[in-house]
C-alpha cells in the first residue's frame, strides 16, 4: 500500500498526520536543549514565532539608519491611530513577503482590533500555504 504525505504507517494501519507536524525550524529566540543542541520548533509554533519575529524585525540593512522598525511607539503608544497604521502597514508587508515566499496568507477580512486597558491586541487569521490550514494569531501591543 502506497502512503500519502499526510499517512503514516502504524503497525498495521495507516494514521493521518497533519503536515504542520513535520514542518521544523529554529526555535526564535535561539537557545539550545539540555543536550547542547539547537533548539527547534515545530508546526504552529514554528508559525507563531516566524509570525512574531517578522512583526518586530526591521528590513533596514544600513547600520546606521536602524529606524525602519515598530520601535518604542508599539509599546507606550499602541493605541493611537498613526501607530495603528503603521502596524497594519507593517503587516501588509510582511505577509505580501510571506506570501511571495509561499508560506503564509494574511486572511484581510479576519484582523481586529481589541483595546483592553493600556494593551491593544491585534488578531488576525491567516492560511499557511505549505500545510493548507488556517490559523489564528493574536498580538499584545502595549501596556
Request: proline fraction near 3%.
Amino acid at each position: 500500500m502506497a502512503l500519502s504525505q499526510k499517512q503514516v504507517q502504524v503497525g498495521s494501519s495507516a494514521i493521518v498526520k497533519s503536515t504542520s507536524e513535520k514542518r521544523r525550524g529554529l526555535a526564535i529566540p535561539m537557545r539550545s536543549t539540555s543536550a547542547g543542541r539547537l533548539a527547534t520548533s515545530i508546526g504552529e509554533t514554528l508559525d507563531l514565532e516566524r509570525i512574531s519575529t517578522a512583526l518586530t524585525d526591521g528590513d533596514n540593512e544600513n547600520p546606521f539608519r536602524q529606524d525602519r522598525t515598530m520601535g518604542s511607539a508599539m509599546v507606550f503608544d499602541a493605541g493611537s491611530p498613526a501607530v495603528r497604521a503603521r502596524i497594519m502597514s507593517r503587516l501588509r508587508v510582511v505577509f505580501a513577503e510571506f506570501e511571495r515566499q509561499q508560506r503564509y496568507r494574511l486572511l484581510a477580512e479576519s484582523i481586529e482590533w481589541e483595546q483592553q486597558g493600556p494593551e491593544l491586541i491585534l488578531t488576525f487569521k491567516y492560511h499557511n500555504l505549505e500545510a493548507d490550514e488556517i490559523k489564528p494569531f493574536s498580538q499584545k501591543f502595549g501596556g
